[in-house]
T-cell receptor, first 113, second 110 residues
Framework: EAQVTQNPRYLITVTGKKLTVTCSQN?????MSWYRQDPGLGLRQIYY???????DKGDVPEGYKVSRKEKRNFPLILESPSPNQTSLYFC????????????FGPGTRLTVT | GQNIDQPTEMTATEGAIVQINCTYQ??????LFWYQQHAGEAPTFLSY??LDGLEEKGRFSSFLSRSKGYSYLLLKELQMKDSASYLC???????????WGLGTSLAVNP
């Protein structure tokens, strides 16, 4: 089944404790992206990747890191999480760029206390 | 600039028709997406209009006018399960990203 998977689905952590949210897609998509979604603010892009080893900042990259060592994986790293990073996070992928249909993972609900 | 505007909330009755509008100011948008998102779930693709006009897909239709920077999503024969947020989005940043509206929360009442 074609899909985007994310892990974990739910995470409660404390300020400053490094964490990684994994994202994997099995559709051989070139483009992958991370979003956060907060009430009243909509979907905001954190980072995106046009291809392996090619990543770029989205609209809200501060406090996050990403890597794209393989085509299928695009982990999101929070080196020192803070409470303002409490959010619902979505990973998405598309065939080639932002102008193609994006397929979303199920989401990761992160709480930082 | 690239901004997308859509109403925050709408309500409708089961069995009725509802139109959700989306307007945008853009340079370089070459199409418009509509996604559906149920509360707490991931957005799912509904439609992508590249050409002007109406595209019908079952109970859902989407319209685009590029010259007016205007699109709408038309939902017919509303069902309770259509209660969701509807997001419009356009390719921006030289097609490197999607520019998202804040979404329209639709409540379908019995």
């Amino acid at each position: 089944e074609a899909q985007v998977t994310q892990n974990p689905r739910y995470l409660i952590t404390v300020t400053g404790k490094k964490l990684t949210v994994t994202c994997s897609q099995n559709m051989n998509h070139e483009y992958m992206s991370w979003y956060r979604q907060d009430p009243g603010l909509g979907l905001r892009q954190i980072y995106y990747s046009m291809n392996v080893e090619v990543t770029d900042k989205g609209d809200v990259p501060e406090g996050y890191k990403v890597s794209r060592k393989e085509k299928r994986n695009f982990p999101l790293i929070l080196e020192s999480p803070s409470p303002n990073q409490t959010s619902l996070y979505f990973c998405a992928s598309s065939l080639a760029s932002g102008s193609y249909e994006q397929y979303f993972g199920p989401g990761t609900r992160l709480t930082v206390t | 600039g690239q901004n997308i505007d859509q109403p925050t909330e709408m309500t409708a009755t089961e069995g009725a028709i509802v139109q959700i509008n989306c307007t945008y100011q853009t340079s370089g948008f070459n199409g418009l997406f509509w996604y559906q998102q149920h509360a707490g779930e991931a957005p799912t693709f509904l439609s992508y209009n590249v050409l002007d006009g109406l595209e019908e897909k079952g109970r859902f239709s989407s319209f685009l006018s590029r010259s007016k920077g205007y699109s709408y999503l038309l939902l017919k024969e509303l069902q309770m399960k259509d209660s969701a947020s509807y997001l419009c989005a356009g390719p921006g940043g030289n097609n490197r990203k999607l520019i998202w509206g804040l979404g329209t929360s639709l409540a379908v009442n019995p």
